[in-house]
C-alpha cells in the first residue's frame, strides 16, 4: 500500500507565514510545531532548505500578481524585523520595509476602488487598511481615528467598512426581500488561489 508523502505545511497561511517570516535565520522547534509541519526533523529546517522553500513559496504568490501579493503580505508578514545596530536610541526592532510597501500599495489601491469618489487623504486610508489587517482587539477605534484627523466619527465609519468589505467580502444577506448571494473578497480569494498552487506542488494537505 502506497501511503502519500507528507506535507511540510498544514495550509497555504501557515505556509505563507513561514515564507514571509523566514529572513535567512534557522527555523526550528517551537515554530515549526506551530507551522505543523509534520516532515521537518528534530532541527527543523535551516539554511538552504529553509531558504529554498520561502523562496519557492513566495515564487508562487508573485504569479497571483501584485493586488493578491500584497494583501498576502499584510497578512503574514511580520511588521518588525529585528535591528542589530545596537545604537543606544534603537529599540531592538525596526519596521519590515515589505510589510510597509504592501500596506502602501493596497492604501492607494483603496483609493481607486473601495474609496473611489471618497474624500481622503493618503495618511487615513494607511490608516484604514492598517486597521483591516489588525487584529480587533489591537484595531484603533473608528472614534480615536476621527479624533486625530478631525473628521465625523460616522464619515470614518463609513469609510473603514468599505475597505473591509474589499478585504474581507460579504455574507450572504437579503436585500429588499431578495436573497444575495455571498461576495467574496480579495483576502479569501488570494488566500485560496495560493493554497491551490501550493497544494499543486505537494507543499500544503
Keep these: 500500500m502506497n501511503m502519500a508523502e507528507p506535507t511540510l505545511f498544514k495550509d497555504g497561511y501557515q505556509a505563507l507565514v513561514f515564507a514571509f517570516n523566514h529572513a535567512g535565520q534557522t527555523i526550528d522547534r517551537p515554530?515549526?510545531?506551530r507551522l505543523?509541519?509534520?516532515?521537518v526533523g528534530k532541527g527543523g529546517m535551516a539554511g538552504l532548505d529553509a531558504i529554498g522553500q520561502a523562496g519557492m513559496i513566495r515564487s508562487q504568490v508573485k504569479k497571483l500578481g501584485k493586488v493578491s501579493e500584497a494583501v498576502l503580505?499584510?497578512?503574514?508578514?511580520p511588521r518588525d524585523r529585528p535591528c542589530e545596530c545596537k545604537a543606544p536610541c534603537c529599540s531592538g526592532s525596526k519596521l519590515n520595509r515589505e510589510w510597509v510597501e504592501a500596506i502602501g500599495y493596497l492604501a492607494d489601491y483603496v483609493r481607486t476602488t473601495a474609496l473611489a469618489g471618497c474624500t481622503t487623504n493618503g495618511i487615513l486610508r494607511t490608516e484604514y487598511v492598517v486597521r483591516y489587517f489588525t487584529h480587533k482587539k489591537l484595531r484603533r477605534t473608528i472614534e480615536s481615528i476621527a479624533k486625530d484627523h478631525d473628521i465625523d466619527r460616522n464619515t470614518v465609519s463609513a469609510h473603514a467598512g468599505k475597505v473591509n468589505v474589499l478585504?474581507?467580502?460579504?455574507?450572504?444577506?437579503?436585500v429588499k426581500n431578495e436573497y444575495v448571494p455571498a461576495e467574496p473578497g480579495l483576502e479569501s480569494l488570494a488566500l485560496m488561489q495560493i493554497e491551490e498552487l501550493l497544494r499543486d506542488r505537494a507543499v500544503v494537505g
Design 31 to 33: 515554530m515549526m510545531n
Design 36 to 39: 505543523a509541519a509534520p516532515t
Design 167 to 174: 478585504f474581507a467580502g460579504r455574507p450572504a444577506r437579503k
Design 73 to 77: 503580505i499584510a497578512r503574514t508578514a
